[in-house]
């Protein structure tokens, strides 16, 4: 019943922020033992997993983006946002959020997907 949906600003100029929000519904994003995380796809390229927020409110981030990436959550829209700071043109994909549920192998759950354009 978890279902996921991810909506952003669509186009973004370098060094800006992309900001970009999950919507949740079947379950609470503070539900024990749930994971919410954010995958990106670049033209033409494979996945790249940027992190990930849980229950307690606790992240984790790739490191070759940890220092410009923030995730939190907006406990009374029930919704999980990304915030990638200082973006370039190489930051372009369709960007998931995804979902661990518990006893379920990890984000197992995926949103369909928003793209966001890097561009001046």
């Known amino acids: 019943q978890v279902q996921l949906q991810e909506s952003g600003p669509g186009l973004v100029k370098p060094s800006q922020t992309l900001s970009l929000t999950c919507t949740v519904s079947g379950v609470s994003v503070t539900a024990t033992w749930y994971l919410w995380g954010w995958i990106r796809q670049p033209p033409g390229k494979g996945l790249e997993w940027i992190g990930h927020i849980a229950h307690g409110g606790n992240t984790n981030y790739n490191p070759s983006l940890e220092s410009r990436t923030s995730i939190s959550r907006d406990t009374s829209k029930n919704q999980v946002t990304l915030q990638l700071s200082s973006v370039t043109p190489e930051a372009t994909a369709v960007y998931y959020c995804?979902?661990?549920?518990?006893?379920?192998?990890?984000?197992?759950?995926w949103g369909q997907g928003t793209l966001a354009t890097i561009s001046s």
């Open positions: 995804a979902s661990s549920t518990p006893n379920y192998s990890y984000l197992t759950i």
